[in-house]
């Protein structure tokens, strides 16, 4: 418990000045073309890092838990030098054809705001890359159930971009957001680097790294087509009023991070747990701790979605009600954050769910359901945004959401491992 409440105050922080970094940009520019542009520019390096690096998480941990400090090691060291290769030649031919696949994901953008795009989206190309090696040396950390380092280091690293961004935005706009962004992730790297050890020569032809591509491959190949969900909403919210996308991005940014307090706090830990335990054969002790952890991970989300509905409003003013955010864009985002409560909920729980897959080298399950429910749910969240715009979107996402986590916790009781 002692160890949740830290790594639950730790990712808080972190997450909180991570959002003081975006809330400074939205406020100091106002929701309009330049931050549409600056968050349309991150879809595809998250996308990209949702289905490699995301990925590679969730199988690293468990593999590398409960191993040998010196096998560890030189594993660690061989899947960074994979990772950090692969990301360098994809950041690099995705920045040389920017011209020619940016426009597409943001159509409604006349050419100036898609100019901007490109510009933006080819400088955190190079932050992608970055954030790639950092998921490598968090797993490491992860491995030996050393959490603490591993959540204080993007604090310090935040820290560092968020002073120099009330500095810089001022004097040089939206480019020095996208610019300092890529340096806080370069210096998280920095941070990072003692848990990789003495640096040896990689092995590409360990058991781990055969292992890990076998557990990964479907993760690839489902995540390459459920994780576009981002782009799909940039496509149609590139459509919508001016500053429309900057407000429903907001509201996911503000659940993503208090579902990724939850995650650090609670589903992240249990991971290492849950790959020993399964690795002992121990089935009484393995449901008990996932039954556990997923009844915390929901009531703890009700309660904040309850908060939500009587002090949402206030709140939001109180914490994006300046500069140039209007009265009527707080009610708006207030409004998108009701909608999309289902996303909250179900993203959270179905944390824990999904990693109780990944512990069990199951990433085979998860992928394919995920799939499934997302092939239904893109025509959905068409139809749903063509008829009712932005409100229909939200509410299309939180059934989603909502779906996938009935049909894990529903897949995962009929294992054999509870």
């Known amino acids: 418990m002692k160890q949740a409440v830290q790594l639950g105050a730790l990712s808080a922080v972190n997450i909180g000045i991570s959002f003081l970094f975006q809330w400074y940009v939205l406020i100091q520019l106002g929701p309009g073309v330049e931050t549409d542009a600056l968050f349309a520019g991150m879809t595809i390096p998250q996308l990209v890092l949702a289905v490699i690096s995301g990925s590679l998480m969730h199988v690293l941990v468990p593999l590398l838990a409960g191993e040998s400090e010196e096998r560890l090691r030189h594993d660690a060291w061989g899947f960074f030098t994979l990772v950090g290769g692969l990301f360098g030649v994809l950041a690099a031919l995705l920045y040389a054809a920017a011209p020619w696949w940016v426009p597409l994901t943001v159509p409604g953008f006349d050419e100036a705001g898609q100019m901007l795009t490109i510009e933006l989206t080819r400088i955190q190309l190079i932050g992608m890359v970055f954030t790639a090696v950092n998921g490598v040396q968090w797993a490491a950390y992860h491995a030996r159930q050393r959490f603490l380092w591993a959540e204080f280091t993007p604090i310090l690293s935040s820290i560092f971009a968020l002073l120099l961004l009330i500095w810089a935005l001022p004097r040089f706009g939206v480019i020095a957001a996208a610019w300092i962004g890529v340096l806080r992730m370069g210096v998280q790297t920095l941070l990072l680097a003692p848990g990789m050890g003495i640096p040896v020569h990689p092995d590409l032809k360990s058991a781990a790294i055969q292992q890990a591509w076998q557990r990964i491959k479907p993760l690839l190949l489902g995540t390459a087509y459920y994780k576009t ?190």
């Open 229 to 418: 969900d981002p782009l799909i909403d940039r496509f149609l919210l590139s459509t919508a009023s001016s500053g429309s996308l900057s407000l429903y991005y907001l509201a996911q940014q503000i659940y993503s991070a208090a579902g990724q307090v939850l995650n650090k706090a609670i589903a992240v830990p249990l991971v290492p747990v849950l790959s020993m335990l399964h690795k002992a054969g121990d089935k009484t002790g393995f449901g008990r701790a996932y039954h556990r952890k997923l009844l915390q991970v929901g009531a703890i989300s009700l309660a904040g979605l309850l908060i939500l509905g009587l002090l949402g409003q206030a709140l939001l003013t109180f914490l994006v009600g300046h500069g140039n955010v209007s009265a009527s864009n707080v009610t708006e985002l207030w409004w998108i954050m009701i909608w999309l409560g289902g996303m909250f909920f179900g993203g959270a729980a179905g944390q824990v769910a999904s990693t109780s897959f990944y512990a069990c080298g199951d990433t085979a399950t998860p992928t394919r359901m995920s799939m499934l429910t997302y092939t239904a749910y893109i025509p959905g969240k068409v139809i749903a945004f063509y008829y009712w715009g932005v409100v229909g979107l939200a509410i299309a996402t939180s059934i989603y959401y909502m779906a996938n986590l009935s049909l894990q916790i529903y897949l995962l009781e009929k294992k054999s491992v509870l």
